[in-house]
């Protein structure tokens, strides 16, 4: 089998490679099918071979997309359990390798479990993700993981800091069996590195944590709003069928109109504090989101204002 990946280069001038791999042709068979309950609870088949996994509404999302010539997977799953859940999933569907891990962004919920898929997988991230990786790790995980219970310890004894194989600028596709993915990167929208993957003939979009479900986002102070809305823009642009996000459950596209919203909503009362004269910790204590009143993660707004008011000051 061969797979492709072309990858276009924004600043650069555009450069395009393919990695052929040799194996016996005469194996190659289409993926079992499988129902998503087989996998227990939290996976949900979304289309023929495209399965995820949340565990609940909240936790990172993990997914695999199989091909007649491997897996491609996107996100390594929070907790090293869920991993090898995933896993074991995977072996249930096929007997194809799992040939591409792609992270939707850099944080350790999303990447610190790249170990218990690759190798074989080549894991791939937009620029600064390796950097971005390097920054959020903590020493001691190992060790906090390993207390929690002797089939974690079992897990997490295998762990080593696996970072992107490959890091790409702007857009980069991979062409894996009788599957297209394009990963795009995002620009500031969430960590230092968010690649989002788009599936044009299956119309499935996996987005990333620019936006979840009903949920305040833990914005870091990097993060800028009308970037975060570009970012919605390109999405919405994409025209996806579902939206797999990266935390929580399989949506469509409305996630980008409720975040627009929010976000919209946020940055006008902040302007109009700040316009009044209100320091930032005023707006802090007096503003308020009742509209949003049903979303998790209400702890985050301070952190969501910190983030409007950067942004509208321009820094
Ligand atoms: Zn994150």
Redesign the pocket.
Known sequence: MTFKLFAACAALSCSLFAIGCSTDTSSVSAPRTAAATDFGPGFHKIKDGIYTFAPDQTTTTCSMVVTQDGVLLIDSCNSSLDSKRMLNAVKKVTDKPIRFLVDT?V?N??TWNHFVFSPPAVVVNAQGAVEGQKKGLDPKRVETLAKQSPEMAEIVKNYKFIAPHIEYNDRLTIQLGERTFDVIYLKNV??EADSIIWLPKERVLFAG?AANVRTMINLRPHVRIPDVLAGYKVMRALNPEIVVP?HGQPTTAKIFDEYEGFYTLLMKRVGEMAAQGKSLDQIKKELKMPEYADWAGQDRLGVNIDVAYASLKGK
Do not use: K, N, P, Y
């Open positions: 962004e944080h919920d999303h969430h960590s944590s990266g």
